[in-house]
């Protein structure tokens, strides 16, 4: 409270920020937070100097209440909606500030989400030996391919390979009929 005190009896002197930081040996910023305290405050310099350290410390460093807690979407069904065809965690969103307007921005909500996540989900490394394996699917969806000289679209299979050492990837797609 000494520093503060030095602070406050030199912004009365009229001095400026950059002379009491210099004098009191701590950051410009620092001595901008105190005065913005004691201005906030609305307390005049005699009544300050009258004051115990215990009652500095009430008037001025008084804490705020602090903001009710945000409602928390229900991490286990997010997690078995997002297993639905279509659904993305942004689509979960959406939803979720409509019904909380005072929510998790999107960033937050996708950060406690992927917490969540690791919990849920351990990761378990395997090691492959180079040309050991390659893992071979065809992907969920149907692409559509529209032919540019008939305007014809033809649902087509997408096939997926992917080497298990160096998870080089492979995607075959088909050409449209010509």
């Known amino acids: 409270m000494k520093t503060v005190r030095e602070i406050i009896r030199l912004f009365n002197l009229n001095l400026s920020v950059r002379n009491i930081a210099s004098s009191c040996n701590?950051?410009?910023?620092?001595?901008?937070?105190?005065?913005n305290r004691f201005k906030s405050s609305s307390i005049t310099y005699d009544e300050f100097a009258s004051l115990t350290d215990e009652e500095i410390k009430?008037?001025?460093?008084?804490?705020?209440?602090?903001?009710?807690?945000?409602?928390?979407?229900?991490?286990?069904?997010?997690?078995?909606e997002l297993k639905?065809?279509?659904?993305?965690?942004?689509?979960l969103w959406e939803e979720y500030i409509r019904d909380n307007p005072d929510g998790y921005q999107y960033s937050r909500f996708a950060y406690h989400y992927n917490?969540?996540?690791?919990?849920?989900?351990?990761?378990?490394?395997?090691?492959?030996?180079?040309?050991?394996?390659?893992?071979v699917d065809f992907s969920g969806y149907r692409p559509k391919i529209k032919n540019p000289l008939t305007?014809?679209?033809?649902?087509?299979?997408?096939?997926?390979?992917?080497?298990?050492?160096?998870?080089?990837?492979?995607?075959?797609?088909?050409?449209?009929?010509?």
Do not use: W
């Open 26 to 35: 701590i950051s410009s910023s620092t001595v901008s937070f105190y005065i």
């Open 84 to 91: 639905r065809k279509g659904v993305t965690l942004y689509l």
């Open 115 to 135: 917490e969540f996540k690791k919990i849920l989900n351990p990761v378990m490394r395997f090691n492959h030996k180079m040309g050991e394996k390659v893992f």
């Open 151 to 178: 305007g014809k679209i033809t649902e087509v299979e997408l096939f997926v390979g992917v080497l298990g050492a160096s998870s080089y990837t492979f995607i075959r797609r088909p050409q449209p009929d010509a």
């Open 58 to 80: 009430n008037r001025l460093f008084l804490k705020l209440p602090k903001e009710p807690k945000k409602v928390m979407p229900d991490m286990s069904c997010l997690n078995s």
